[in-house]
């Protein structure tokens, strides 16, 4: 687990984890991206209400040229009473005068009640309840259409073959024409079905000025509730002015008027409310303008709809085209683009709704700032979001002028879904852009730092090898020809090694010029002190004279041993190798080594084996020497020296085994080198000890193609000297 752990931790902490992480940066990238785009929407924001705000100058000016189409609305009241004057919506679809109130559902939001503030004259205290009425109007731009959904608790029909038609509920449409002039018109039936509209000349109760009319179509339908009244008043009639008048009748016997229940007093002109329709007029001129990236309205002082032209679902904007004729991808690319990036891409990114909910579809009254600003004067641009917060629409408005009176203000609106659109596309296009250069980056900042790695890796493999575990230089670093810091360390590396070895090879050859040097002068001192020694007779000189040759004789020991590794490794080149067994040639330097050491014990261990092989089996009995000479000289008194051989990995294993002092920490590879040595004062003996042992023996194991390893025994009691050498590839432990 250990040795996963660490090379788990320096995969991580090498050079191409290090550039990976590093090339993270590139990450920053997107996100700088997205925030310059999100910026963009808002410049293209900014752009679009200025665009906008110019379309809505546009049409102002337009409708400014034809005053013609507002001279209603130079006359319009500066204040309108609520209920009293009328409004009628533009028509969507085609309203049937049948009684049904189907056609009129989509225009009940619109619908006015009227109750206790509408009441005209009434017999008893009103009650609520028992009498009000809704109204709906709407237009054409041939017809005014009228739905009146009365509650009456006593419903009462006019009676048949009857000339009276006020002795009955009853309505009474008031309203003035084009030239100004005051009509009234009575409705009422007898059963559900086609009502009978009459034209009151005088009073309605005079029958002999009151007659049947084709003007005004109209239709009576009793309800559980009371009745539901349609009428439908061609365009022509009707000018500035109207009212609806229900005249209630609760008794069955008199049948008097019991309540009248108005949108306004019907009894003059100046007492009527007025009515504003939709003009079809402004409408086509909005339609001729527009091009159907807007929608488009123009209103009266009052806020009210004048006319309207386009539809907010396809009001997105100029933007919209750019991305609307922008070819998609195809092919492997498109499958990409459509399955897999956009998918993720629209994890973050806002999609824009399919449909557009808006509350203002079928307004009849258009209230905002921007209008209110518009209407005094000031061109406004407003930001709205839609009920379900889904879609941001913009609405710029601008003052129709006549002359210099302001007679309404023209709405444009878009939405923002033109700009979110070009804004994820802008995006998609970014991050795709952005995601090929991450890959490319990261790809090649992988291979670059790989390649660096390589070259580090290579040059440290290099630099492993060249210096053995003793300090040996094995072979010469080869410099790169790079000319980049890598090559530089390269460079720096192969003449620090070549320096290296030329140092090792001075000491390697220094112990055999200090041996050549000092051996005439020992000689010279030897002879000498022989010749001192057989003309001088006294007892104290030749005592001194014997110290001398004791001193000379130990030099020149001294100088053997200086030599013996360097004539061993001259006779190397010489060396003729033979098949031999070694667990013979072991066994007989056991054998012999009871009679050189006769009060040291020896316990040789020998696995069952084929232990042939090719070599110089003297130069393995002189290695065997140097460690059993070193294993009994630091050996434990009353131990035995131990040593086990057998075969592993096609190896013959020796290991010589003495129980006794522990080498130093971090000493065991040094003691294997020229001239090292390391002992305690009570192991130092008159023998001279340049620590060569080891290291002769170091030389017999590498020419038989083998190592040698000295470290301290499992245990802590002493020191075991492996030697460890090749055995002919068929044999096998």
């Not at 085609?94 to 989509?106: C, F």
């Not at 909910?357 to 009254?365: E, F, G, K, T």
């Amino acid at each position: 687990m250990k040795f996963i752990t660490e090379k788990v931790w320096r995969w991580l902490s090498g050079i191409r984890t290090k550039v990976v992480l590093l090339s993270g940066l590139l990450l920053l990238l997107p996100f700088i991206g997205y925030n310059y785009v999100w910026e963009l929407e808002n410049v293209l924001r900014q752009g679009q209400e200025q665009t906008l705000m110019g379309s809505a100058r546009a049409f102002s000016m337009a409708l400014n040229q034809q005053p013609e189409l507002f001279e209603r609305q130079q006359n319009t009241k500066p204040r309108l009473e609520e209920g009293k004057d009328l409004y009628a919506l533009a028509l969507k679809s085609p309203i049937d005068i049948d009684g049904a109130t189907l056609d009129w559902d989509r225009y009940q939001t619109h619908r006015v009640n009227y109750a206790d503030a509408h009441v005209i004259f009434s017999r008893t205290p009103y009650q609520r309840n028992e009498l009000n009425f809704n109204l709906i109007m709407a237009s054409d731009g041939d017809d005014l259409y009228a739905l009146i959904d009365i509650v009456d608790k006593t419903p009462i029909l006019r009676r048949e073959n009857t000339a009276r038609i006020d002795r009955n509920d009853h309505l009474v449409v008031t309203l003035t024409t084009q030239q100004g002039e005051l009509k009234r018109y009575a409705v009422t039936a007898n059963k559900s079905g086609k009502a009978d509209i009459y034209l009151i000349e005088n009073t309605i109760d005079d029958t002999e000025h009151t007659f049947l009319s084709e003007a005004i179509n109209g239709w009576w339908q009793e309800t559980a509730q009371g009745h539901v009244i349609e009428l439908a008043i061609p365009d022509w009639l009707v000018g500035e002015k109207l009212s609806f008048a229900y005249y209630d009748v609760t008794n069955r016997y008199n049948r008097d008027i019991e309540t009248i229940l108005a949108t306004s007093n019907p009894r003059s002109a100046e007492t009527l409310g007025t009515l504003l329709v939709p003009s079809p007029e402004i409408e086509r001129v909005l339609t001729r303008m527009n091009d159907g990236s807007s929608r488009v309205w123009v209103v009266d002082q009052h806020g009210r709809v004048l006319a309207k032209a386009g539809d907010l679902q396809s009001a997105n904007g100029v933007w919209e085209t750019t991305i609307k004729y922008q070819e998609a991808p195809s092919g492997l690319m498109g499958w990409i683009q459509n399955n897999i990036l956009n998918p993720f891409y629209y994890r973050l990114l806002e999609r824009p709704p399919e449909k557009v909910i808006d509350a203002m579809h079928n307004a009849a009254v258009f209230r905002g700032v921007e209008v209110q600003q518009a209407l005094i004067g000031r061109p406004y641009a407003n930001w709205r979001l839609t009920p379900d917060e889904s879609t941001t629409i913009l609405s710029a408005a601008y003052p129709v002028k006549v002359g210099e009176a302001v007679v309404g203000a023209v709405v444009v609106e878009e939405t923002t879904k033109g700009i979110k659109t070009l804004r994820n596309k802008a995006l998609e296009q970014l991050f795709n852009v952005l995601l090929a250069v991450i890959c490319t980056g990261v790809v090649v900042l992988l291979l670059f730092g790989s390649h660096i790695s390589r070259r580090v890796r290579k040059l440290r493999d290099d630099a492993e090898s060249a210096i053995d575990s003793q300090g040996r230089v094995m072979h010469q670093l080869e410099p790169a020809t790079s000319k980049d810091e890598i090559g530089d360390l390269s460079r720096t590396l192969s003449t620090m090694v070549t320096r290296l070895a030329d140092y090792n090879a001075y000491l390697e050859k220094m112990s055999s010029s200090l041996s050549h040097e000092l051996r005439t002068p020992v000689a010279v001192v030897r002879s000498s002190l022989e010749n001192l020694a057989f003309v001088t007779k006294e007892e104290d000189q030749l005592r001194y004279i014997e110290r001398a040759q004791e001193g000379v004789t130990r030099l020149a020991t001294i100088l053997s041993s200086m030599t013996e590794a360097t004539r061993l490794e001259q006779s190397f080149e010489h060396a003729e190798h033979t098949e031999f067994p070694l667990d013979k040639v072991v066994s007989g330097c056991v054998q012999g080594y009871e009679y050189a050491y006769p009060g040291q014990g020896f316990t040789l261990h020998i696995k069952n084996g084929n232990y042939q092989m090719s070599g110089v089996p003297e130069y393995i009995a002189q290695l065997l020497d140097k460690l059993v000479a070193n294993a009994v000289e630091f050996h434990q008194q009353d131990t035995n020296v131990e040593i086990y051989m057998l075969i592993h990995d096609n190896m013959a294993r020796i290991t010589v085994s003495n129980i006794g002092p522990q080498l130093p920490e971090n000493m065991g590879n040094q003691l294997l080198g020229s001239m090292v040595s390391v002992r305690e004062e009570k192991h130092k003996s008159d023998k001279p000890h340049l620590g060569l042992g080891l290291y002769v023996a170091r030389l017999v194991a590498e020419f038989h193609q083998g190592r040698l390893s000295i470290t301290n025994r499992p245990d802590g009691k002493g020191v075991n000297v492996t030697v460890w050498l090749p055995l002919p590839s068929t044999q096998t432990s």
